[in-house]
T-cell receptor
Framework: DTEVTQTPKHLVMGMTNKKSLKCEQH?????MYWYKQKAKKPPELMFV???????INESVPSRFSPECPNSSLLNLHLHALQPEDSALYLC?????????????FGPGTRLLVL | DAKTTQPPSMDCAEGRAANLPCNHS???????VYWYRQIHSQGPQYIIH???NNETNEMASLIITEDRKSSTLILPHATLRDTAVYYC??????????????FGKGTTLSVSS
């Protein structure tokens, strides 16, 4: 099973709302990622968790708050977002095998901020 | 990680081979070449990777030149479902998981009947 699941698939929120995106994998991967993808652009890294600890934060605004409650779950808490934060949010997890790291992506959550 | 250069778009007739080139002239000896693709509105999907030998799996073949400065992803019999953005990414061989992918602009492959 190489599946990464993300919920919800779609989310519409106002600028004053608080919402959360959820990501789950049961492949035993110890690294998990959040990427942001604007329309017609490549994905851009936001956060990396390695062994449930935040290892990379790509200067993301504090209105995005990641959380890794356990090795299978990754959340992204959203608060006071701006319309320009509307994008596809992708979660991924990875494993290293024979020194080669392969990432597996979820289908994404499409977020619209009004 | 080394920079990659890909053509912005390519067309291919259904049933024909699609050959997608990638230049990575600054690649170093400890860097792999990875290919991912992203079908519209889906998450990126891993296709194949290689170090210096040619590689083949059920999805595609990867041909890496002897000097490792360029590579070609080959989809032997393209179908309409292969229409996607294809990303060539060069990454250092890692020990522990947690190295992010740096995506370039990729090549948009359009397969038509």
């Amino acid at each position: 099973d190489t599946e990464v699941t993300q919920t919800p698939k779609h989310l519409v929120m106002g600028m004053t709302n608080k919402k959360s995106l959820k990501c789950e994998q049961h492949m035993g991967h110890r690294a998990m990622y959040w990427y942001k993808q604007k329309a017609k652009k490549p994905p851009e890294l936001m956060f990396v968790y390695s062994y449930e600890k935040l290892s990379i934060n790509e200067s993301v605004p504090s209105r995005f708050s990641p959380e890794c409650p356990n090795s299978s779950l990754l959340n992204l808490h959203l608060h006071a977002l701006q319309p320009e934060d509307s994008a596809l949010y992708l979660c991924a997890s990875s494993q290293v095998s024979w020194r080669v790291e392969t990432q597996y992506f979820g289908p994404g959550t499409r977020l619209l901020v009004l | 990680d080394a920079k990659t250069t890909q053509p912005p778009s390519m067309d291919c007739a259904e049933g024909r081979a699609a050959n997608l080139p990638c230049n990575h002239s600054t690649i170093s000896g400890n860097e792999y070449v990875y290919w991912y693709r992203q079908i519209h509105s889906q998450g990126p999907q891993y296709i194949i990777h290689g170090l210096k030998n040619n590689e083949t799996n059920e999805m595609a073949s990867l041909i890496i030149t002897e000097d490792r400065k360029s590579s070609t992803l080959i989809l032997p019999h393209a179908t309409l479902r292969d229409t996607a953005v294809y990303y060539c990414i060069v990454r250092v061989v890692g020990g522990q998981a947690g190295t992010a992918l740096i995506f370039g602009k990729g090549t948009t492959l359009s397969v038509s009947s």
